[in-house]
């Protein structure tokens, strides 16, 4: 009777705080300050019980020996490692003395907060707006992730939501559409899978490799990257060829579906099959099957839209469900993001009542273009002397990064990066702020991918002296004399507020039912009562000069895009000098940077490793394994091949983000992709990167690197 007595853990309800369409309703083991297993919360009918293998396991990230805890200054050279423990105080003092100096010389506008989405949560990831907003500082026009994507589908749809995420279950085809659901929202599978068992559905797969997702589908069609609207075209010829489009309803929903036929009488399978590589009798079988099939459910993914045409792929792919006639039926739709039904009141938590309109927004994407001064990039604005970031590591996720890298590593420029690992931006910081994790602070979430609002209490103590981004923003606040109601609100009071002038009842209500369900009802969901224009209709012809940036017009190419869906070949094809593909796709061990410093994810992603086909491997005397240089006029890096028939040949992979670190000569992937904006409203085409690959020189980085912004990089450093 001698054995300590040992307390159970208490199973407490929150929500997954990671950048996933998913947002997992979770059941997280708390014990004392720790927590234990983290499950997926059962009778949440999206979550389904069933969440992804790297938060199951977040103890491991959230106890992690390498967790910052107290506030650092830098005291060695820039992107030493070199710091030094000091006070909260000090810190932030600091910080708040370089803003102000910044401001004092150049005006507000050479101040920077940059923030993205390393925590989803409404009050902890956005609250640095109202500090921006009050302090006029420069805006962030947020490109990153989601511009080419959700441009698209608007385009078409008027409205950024669609049908219920549930109804995949009740589909009889599902296609999943440059999404590899199984690594980036395992939640996808458990509702297509669902509809599989229970109603013999089908689970097509469009992608341009063999991802775990296109292992468990029924049909996958691997195409070349960024060929996705001849594929959709191809697929809406057949249907008006063979009697699949629905005339009746085209007539009432849609802008000019006669156009849009004559248009497509070019665009056949053969057509089709010539660009995109796939064989006719493959886009016949799939059209066929769409076509016949009232209830097939399109998941688009942001996968295909991160490319030079992203906008356009995408806008082309839901412009089937149109054209079928889809969207009429339960388990019918094309469904991408549910971004627009929430309708959040954010006066309080971003400062909107005090946001200056007239302030530049920097692309967030162009951060290398920035911080190097580029005249264009800085919107003809001074340069930026202050940044201040929090949930985002740009030195590691941003295009461009030998520029990114040489513009961090200014002497000039002070940086305060607020986190929770020593980054590979942190590392390049001037302070360091230790920060919590989701289950340290309270917050709010809202699905993407679903359609649930969720709240995430504080469960345990904060450890060493690390604190919530709400905190740091209010402490700066004070000593930069910024005024406003929200900064002397805590997070549950903005949740309240936020939830009852959106008419969402109180935290109270959120807090006792753990979710509340915003689906907006079918007809609406469906577009049963039109699309979101004036006239009700789909858009096949976009007008996209609409889309304008608050103080910029539309970006990029966007005069020379096609009015119709049709493939548009802005990408940036293979050259005899530069003749593979790369795709950069994530990892499913990592989210972004995140996890990539927790042992089992490292375990399981092993090493950085570029897919490329035997034919290729061949050719260039390439084998299983062996190093290889890949680069392009951005840089270069040494990984290790991995030789696989999953993709067409001419086309490479790599799933990341790897820490830079992890490479050779200390240059992530992004080394190789470009920030050129995306038409018409920017963002970063991450999978659309010309790239040469060579076998790599036996001493590693010396005189190959040269060739590279690598060099560059490595003499600023
Ligand atoms: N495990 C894991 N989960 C994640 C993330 C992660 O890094 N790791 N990231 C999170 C974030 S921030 C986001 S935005 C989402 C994104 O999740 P997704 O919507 O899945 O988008 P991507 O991850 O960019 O790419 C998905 C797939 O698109 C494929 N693809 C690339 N180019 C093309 C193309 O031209 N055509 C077609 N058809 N397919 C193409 C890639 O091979 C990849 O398999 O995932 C989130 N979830
Ligand atoms: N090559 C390539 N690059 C990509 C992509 C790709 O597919 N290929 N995907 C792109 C996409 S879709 C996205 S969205 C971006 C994402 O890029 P980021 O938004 O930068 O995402 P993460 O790399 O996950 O970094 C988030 C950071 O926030 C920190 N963090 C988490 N919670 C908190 C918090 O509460 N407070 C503070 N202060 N910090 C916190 C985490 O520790 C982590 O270091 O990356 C992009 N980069
Ligand atoms: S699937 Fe996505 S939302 Fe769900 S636990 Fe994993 S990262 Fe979080
Ligand atoms: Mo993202």
Known sequence: MNAPVMTAPVIRSSACPHDCPSTCALEIEVEGDAIGRVRGAGDNDYTAGVICAKVARYAERNHHPDRLMKPLMRTGPKGSGQFTEISWDEALNRTADALLEAEARLGPQAVWPYFYAGTMGLVQRDGLERLRHVKRYSRTFTTICTNTAWTGYIAGTGRLAGPDPREIALADVVVIWGTNAVATQVNVMTHAIRARKTRGAKIVVVDVYRTETARQADIALILKPGTDAALACAIMHVAFRDGYADRDYLAAFSDCPDELEAHLKTRSPEWAAAITGLGVDEIEAVAALVGRTPRTFFRLGYGFTRGRNGSVGMHAAASIATVLGSWQHEGGGAFHNNGAIYSLNKTMIEGLDVVDRSTRRLDQSRIGAVLEGDADALLGGPPVAAMFIQNTNPVSVCPEQARVRRGFAREDLFVAVHEQFMTETAMM?????????????????????????????????????????????????????????????????????????????????????????????????????????????????????????????????????????????????????????????????????????????????????????????????????????IGNERGSLVIHAAVAASMQPGVLISEGLWPNGAFEEGFGINVLTGADPVAPYGGAAFHDNRVWLKRAGIRPGVGEAASAGGAAFDAAE
Not at 455 to 466: A, N, Q, R
Not at 553 to 560: I, L, T, V
Not at 587 to 596: E, I, K, P, Q
Request: aromatic share 10%.
């Open 429 to 629: 910081a001037d302070i360091v702020l230790p920060a919590t994790t989701f289950v340290e602070h309270d917050d709010i979430y809202k699905g993407g991918g679903n359609q649930y609002l969720h709240f995430g209490p504080k469960l345990i103590e904060p450890p060493g002296e690390c604190r919530s981004n709400h905190e740091v923003v209010v402490e700066l606040a004070r000593r930069l004399g910024a005024e406003h109601a929200g900064f002397a609100m805590t997070p549950r009071e903005h949740i309240d507020w936020m939830l009852r002038h959106s008419r969402l009842g109180t935290l109270d209500e959120l807090e006792a039912n753990r979710w509340r369900d915003c689906q907006p009802p079918f007809e609406e969901a469906h577009y049963l009562k039109g699309f979101g224009f004036g006239d009700g209709k789909f858009r096949f012809k976009p007008d996209w000069t609409r889309v304008k940036n608050e103080n910029a017009g539309p970006m990029g190419p966007w005069a020379e895009m096609p009015s119709l869906p049709d493939y548009w070949p802005v990408i940036e094809l293979p050259t005899a000098a530069e003749p593979f593909r790369l795709v950069t796709a994530p990892a499913r061990s990592f989210l972004n940077s995140t996890f990539n410093q927790t042992p089992s994810s490292v375990a399981k992603e092993k090493r950085p490793t570029v897919m490329i086909h035997p034919k290729d491997a061949d050719r260039l005397g390439i084998a299983d394994g062996d190093r290889v240089r």
